[in-house]
């Protein structure tokens, strides 16, 4: 009768210090990602908030009359703040949601 090889299906070899770096590696990746994708959407949401707002301030009598400096940097910079989390939030939960169905190439695949 062959021998089975218990270890490769161990609970233990998945705390590992191999294992663990790469999970950690990969992580840092996906968060690398998700900043690249949010800073790149805050800077297009930025432009396309403040062109709007510096010019509704201009045309518009109420705004004129009720939105100070403060009022415009806070309306633009909400947005981008907003745009930025929600954009690397999402491209981080894509990432690693697209690699834990399909592996990166570079990882180790246990044989059964």
Do not use: C
Not at 25 to 46: D, I, L, P
Not at 52 to 74: D, F, G, I, K, Q
């Amino acid at each position: 009768m062959a021998k089975r090889n218990i270890a490769a299906n161990s609970p233990i070899e998945k705390t590992s210090m191999a294992y663990l770096d790469q999970k950690l590696a990969m992580a840092k990746r996906y968060s690398h990602e998700g900043v690249k994708a949010g800073a790149k959407e805050a800077v297009v949401s930025t432009s396309a908030t403040a062109i709007p707002t510096m010019a509704s301030v201009r045309m518009l009598p109420w705004a004129r009359a009720n939105l100070n400096h403060t009022a415009h940097a806070l309306i633009i910079s909400t947005v981008a703040g907003t745009t930025y989390f929600i954009v690397a939030d999402k491209t981080v939960l894509k990432t690693a949601r697209n690699n834990s169905f399909n592996p990166p190439s570079n990882a180790r695949i246990n044989p059964k």
